[in-house]
């Protein structure tokens, strides 16, 4: 069971090693570098989409914790 302050805890880390990898000059990153920036983009955005699934649940007055992460490929295809 997932609680939303555990989302909340798992967004701040990874917004904190995002920041530190984009201090760098993105010329100066390494392949391994960028490519862990690319992973960390993705988990943030299933993050998100895990926590906003969860607050619309509990909003209509469904179960939160029957909310469950999705794809990278199905999060990153929403439309802006």
């Known amino acids: 069971m997932t609680?939303?302050?555990d989302i909340l805890e798992r967004i701040?880390?990874?917004v904190t090693e995002e920041r530190a990898l984009r201090e760098q000059s993105?010329?100066?990153l390494?392949?391994?570098e960028r490519?862990?920036?690319r992973a960390v983009e993705r988990s943030l955005?299933?993050?998100w989409?895990?926590?906003r699934q969860r607050r619309a649940r509990?909003?209509?007055g469904q179960d939160p914790d029957d909310a469950e992460v999705r794809s990278t490929s199905q999060v990153e295809g929403y439309r802006q």
């Open 12 to 14: 701040t880390a990874l």
């Open 3 to 5: 609680q939303d302050s």
């Open 35 to 37: 490519e862990r920036m």
């Open 30 to 32: 390494t392949p391994e």
């Open 49 to 51: 989409d895990l926590l």
């Open 58 to 60: 509990d909003e209509y």
């Open 26 to 28: 993105e010329h100066r």
């Open 45 to 47: 955005d299933q993050c």
